[in-house]
């Protein structure tokens, strides 16, 4: 995918923003259950998931339960982060 699909998928809705941000702030990663106690919706959670996984923004780590961790080795999302930051959003 190149880089312009990958962003517009990336940043396609305010659910997949919000998502990034709640990861970001747990680099250690976090479970479905725990992402929805941030306020997101459980079924958003899972389509935006899968959509940022399959760019390689987020990983899904081999745990039981599921763990989603956001991809710091991305360079999109370094840059992306540093703007969170820079804006107040993070």
Do not use: C, H
Not at 44 to 60: F, M, P, Q, S, Y
Not at 64 to 87: C, H, M, S, W
């Amino acid at each position: 995918m190149d880089v312009e699909k990958t962003i517009e998928a990336g940043l396609g809705s305010s659910g997949r923003l919000k998502l990034l941000r709640v990861l970001s702030r747990n680099p250690e990663g976090m479970t479905k259950y725990a992402i929805e106690q941030s306020g997101l919706r459980y079924g958003d959670i899972t389509a935006n998931l899968r959509v940022l996984v399959e760019i390689g923004w987020v990983k899904e780590l081999p745990t039981q339960p599921r763990k989603y961790r956001i991809n710091l080795d991305n360079g999109i999302v370094n840059a992306l982060i540093e703007f969170y930051q820079k804006t107040g959003y993070l």
